[in-house]
């Protein structure tokens, strides 16, 4: 089991920015993609940003102009700057890791706890 360490939620105002970060405890054998997803209470979780160990990133709509996600394939580490925050990112916050423990294994999926990130003013 992986376990993947989040940081960097907090209390921002409306127009502000914040920085998460995420790094593998255990890191796995073989890395393939990391990345944020978000969750509202009574909706569905969403993927905001991910990246893969070739650093080929990808976003979601709402987020494409406004963050950026960059990450360490060696560590297995993420970060996601996410800047001129809205009310509507308010959320929480989840780390994610895809890989595996060998190239005849399958893949592995693990989530962090969630990191709260709260949009106000």
């Known amino acids: 089991q992986v376990t993947l360490m989040e940081s960097g939620g907090g209390l921002v105002e409306p127009g502000g920015s914040l920085m998460l970060s995420c790094a593998a405890k255990?890191?796995?054998?073989?890395?393939?993609?990391m990345g944020w997803y978000r969750q509202v209470p009574g909706k569905e979780r969403e993927m905001v940003a991910t990246?893969?160990?070739?650093?080929?990133?990808k976003y979601s709509d709402f987020a494409r102009r406004r963050f950026a996600i960059s990450g360490d394939a060696a560590k297995q580490t993420v970060s996601l700057e996410m800047l001129s925050l809205t009310p509507e990112d308010t959320a929480t916050y989840y780390c994610?890791?895809?890989?595996?423990?060998?190239?005849?294994?399958?893949?592995?999926?693990?989530w962090g706890q969630g990191t709260q990130v709260t949009v106000s003013s």
């Open positions: 994610h890791l895809e890989g595996g423990t060998g190239w005849s294994s399958p893949p592995v999926y693990y």
């Open positions: 255990e890191p796995l054998r073989y890395f393939y993609v």
């Open positions: 990246i893969t160990s070739a650093g080929a990133a």
